[in-house]
């Protein structure tokens, strides 16, 4: 594992270690931000989490939990962490620590679970020790129903509401797209659980004879990033198939569509579904043809990047390697998008904003970073 250390680098060295990038968007050139390296050498990250000190806690998505020091180096892989079933798109990905972590060190992972009948997406709690080195009292708190043989789309981005309960993202497992569309099983939802695991009494489907009820929304595809809006609203992202990537502001109850509306088409080109639009189903806020691979999404709440930035959204993509700016209005309406980090050349998969109020990300690959967008020069 590499670390970049704080003191301060050669001329060379530090132009290898920052790169500058300006945005250009709907409206013209953006001011610059650059790329600051934290952390290096990680093994697909897949969330980051941050911890007092100036810590992060970071999973890697073969099955390993890592504490980051705040000067970047990586430590052993914590122990404790369930088993998971790594392969294709599954294994230890989300983490979230609890808004009371000061006070409990309690934390909440998202992982694909192996078990009869193959594997589905888990939500786990644990509390980290004092020295950051285990995972004690873990418990499972949810999972999907049913387990299928299947290593693709299991969404699991996890966001802590202010009342405590849990929202969490199901991807419909790719080959049970139909399924999106049923409430007697937890393919293509979010879900809504209390840290304790149960279903909270006001989810919408408590009282509906033959739904589970945990659901809270459903007719998702593979959402990979969910976060909290200023205001509180719980907002997502899902990928489409060929284009159609969505953001959506999912409320209690209501049909996201897939696979019966969508945006995007058939792998290879074709129609699907019955178009874009039904009785019923929700529109999106916004979508991308073609596709973007949205992973990873954070509001912003701080003026560290200046006054216009502050309370806009921002997406990682997967495909692009681009981080998208998008500025909401007070109607909720999409008012600009813009593209920061052109020819970056990473795979963003987590975007989070830290307790400095700056933006840090998680590029996927077998040697991956632990990255901050630094204020403009």
């Not at 992982?111 to 709690?125: D, F, K, M, V």
């Not at 969404?155 to 080959?175: K, M, P, S, W």
């Not at 998702?220 to 719980?234: I, K, S, V």
């Not at 129609?271 to 639009?277: D, L, P």
Request: aromatic content about 8%; glycine content about 14%; hydrophobic content about 35%.
């Amino acid at each position: 594992m590499n670390w970049m250390p704080k003191r301060p680098l050669a001329p060379v060295q530090q132009a290898l270690a920052a790169i500058v990038f300006t945005a250009h968007g709907l409206a013209g050139a953006q001011p610059a931000v650059s790329l600051a390296p934290v952390a290096t050498g990680l093994a697909h990250p897949w969330a980051v989490a941050f911890l007092p000190g100036g810590q992060f806690l970071v999973t890697e998505r073969p099955g390993r939990l890592r504490v980051v020091g705040a000067e970047g180096q990586v430590g052993p892989a914590v122990t404790g962490v369930p088993a998971v079933a790594a392969g294709g798109q599954g294994g230890l990905l989300d983490v979230v620590t609890d808004a009371d972590f000061a006070r409990n060190r309690r934390i909440f992972l998202c992982y694909s679970e192996p078990g009869p009948g193959g594997n589905s997406t888990a939500l786990a709690r644990a509390t980290l020790s004092a020295d950051a080195r285990s995972l004690r009292d873990v418990k499972v708190l949810f999972s999907q129903r049913p387990k299928v043989e299947s290593n693709l789309h299991f969404g699991c981005r996890i966001v802590q509401a202010a009342d405590g309960n849990l929202f969490l993202t199901l991807g419909e497992r790719y080959h049970r797209k139909d399924d999106a569309q049923k409430l007697d099983n937890h393919l293509g939802k979010i879900v809504r659980v209390t840290p304790d695991g149960a279903a909270p009494p006001d989810n919408p489907f408590v009282k509906t004879p033959g739904a589970l009820p945990e659901i809270w929304t459903y007719g998702h595809r593979n959402p990979q990033g969910a976060t909290l809006a200023p205001d509180g609203r719980l907002w997502m992202h899902e990928h489409g198939p060929q284009g159609g990537d969505e953001i959506n502001l999912p409320r209690p109850g209501r049909n996201y569509g897939w696979p019966v509306i969508t945006y995007g088409e058939n792998y290879g080109g074709g129609k699907m579904g019955e178009g874009t639009a039904k009785a019923g189903m929700e529109q999106p806020l916004h979508y991308w043809v073609p596709s973007i691979a949205p992973s990873g999404m954070a509001f912003l709440t701080g003026t560290r990047y200046g006054e216009a930035w502050k309370g806009n959204l921002f997406v990682g993509s997967l495909k692009f390697g681009t981080l998208h700016r998008l500025e909401i209005g007070q109607d909720g309406k999409l008012r600009r998008e813009d593209k920061l980090l052109q020819g970056n050349g990473e795979r963003i998969r987590d975007v989070r904003q830290g307790p400095d109020g700056l933006l840090y990300l998680l590029t996927d690959s077998p040697q991956g970073r632990l990255l901050r967008l630094q204020p403009g020069r």
